[in-house]
């Protein structure tokens, strides 16, 4: 089955045991994570059960995320000079991600609150992910939404294959290769050569010029925490379609992908390795 707009960034790789090279461009956060029973209503105070500090951001979830599914990544990010940089670069360097790095203003910060059935609430303090210099690394590049257009615009040119997780969704003038939204995400950005929309439990599918490609559905899991699933499923993808795998695969990877993420805790502990991914599809 042809790979449609990845073939752009090379024919189907014969050699699987050869990394393949991603760039991702995005934002590095610490996310401060609380744990409840329910999520709370407005104007209502609730106490946490509990509370841990993770490495997250959206750009360095999928940057963990692809190296530890084998790729070899450099993340181009900016995180504050301050003693909260450290922790939200932790994950990337034990991944042995390539850090390329801006420091300026504030480390970026996400407030979230996530509940017993693994449902959450989300606030981003920015910080220096509003300052991220654009760059055009080349190559296969990986990008999202928590840093600005500019720099979104900028790193999808000169990229041999681009692909755009459009979250947190709002509309951007141009067309990549692949386009990653969930369904509500999908009503506002809807430009992709290639589009996978994620619906939660549901699966996943991806389109070509509004017609249905492949459809995969995730295995089972217990939820408990979401926050990574997203970017467990768009590093996954991208990952398996720059090794050549067909578009079925490369989908039905993705979300099992996304489900083990879902599956745990926090955003960075919770991505998995391509041994887990691995065992999750053979049972």
Do not use: W
């Not at 010029?209 to 590093?235: I, L, M, N, S």
């Amino acid at each position: 089955m042809s790979l449609g707009p990845v073939t752009k960034f090379g024919a189907r790789r014969l050699l699987r045991d050869m990394a393949v090279e991603l760039t991702v461009v995005g934002s590095i956060n610490l996310d401060l994570v609380a744990r409840v029973e329910r999520l709370p209503r407005a104007g209502e105070t609730l106490t946490a059960g509990g509370f841990v500090r993770v490495p997250g951001g959206k750009g360095a979830n999928q940057a963990v995320a692809a190296a530890r599914l084998g790729a070899h990544v450099r993340m181009v990010g900016a995180v504050g000079d301050d003693a909260l940089a450290d922790e939200a670069l932790a994950g990337l360097r034990e991944a042995d991600v390539e850090l390329e790095l801006t420091r300026t203003a504030t480390t970026g910060l996400a407030l979230i609150l996530v509940d017993a059935a693994g449902e959450n609430q989300i606030v981003v303090v920015p910080g220096a992910n509003a300052q991220v210099p654009p760059t055009s690394p080349g190559g296969a590049v990986l990008c999202q939404l928590e840093v600005p257009d500019e720099v979104v615009l900028a790193a999808a040119r000169g990229a041999d294959f681009f692909a755009l997780n459009a979250a947190p969704s709002r509309p951007v003038e141009l067309e990549p290769d692949l386009l990653i939204v969930n369904r509500l995400e999908h009503e506002v950005v809807r430009r992709g050569k290639l589009v996978a929309v994620t619906y939660g439990a549901g699966g996943a599918a991806l389109f070509e010029d509004g017609r249905e490609v492949a459809r995969a559905t995730p295995p089972h899991v217990d939820p408990v925490d979401g926050t990574a699933a997203g970017d467990a499923f768009a590093a996954c993808l991208v990952v398996s379609l720059l090794e050549g795998r067909d578009r079925g695969d490369a989908l039905t990877r993705a979300c099992a992908a996304g489900a083990i993420a879902a599956s745990r805790l926090g955003a960075q502990p919770s991505l998995p390795t391509a041994d887990e991914l691995t065992a999750i599809l053979a049972a």
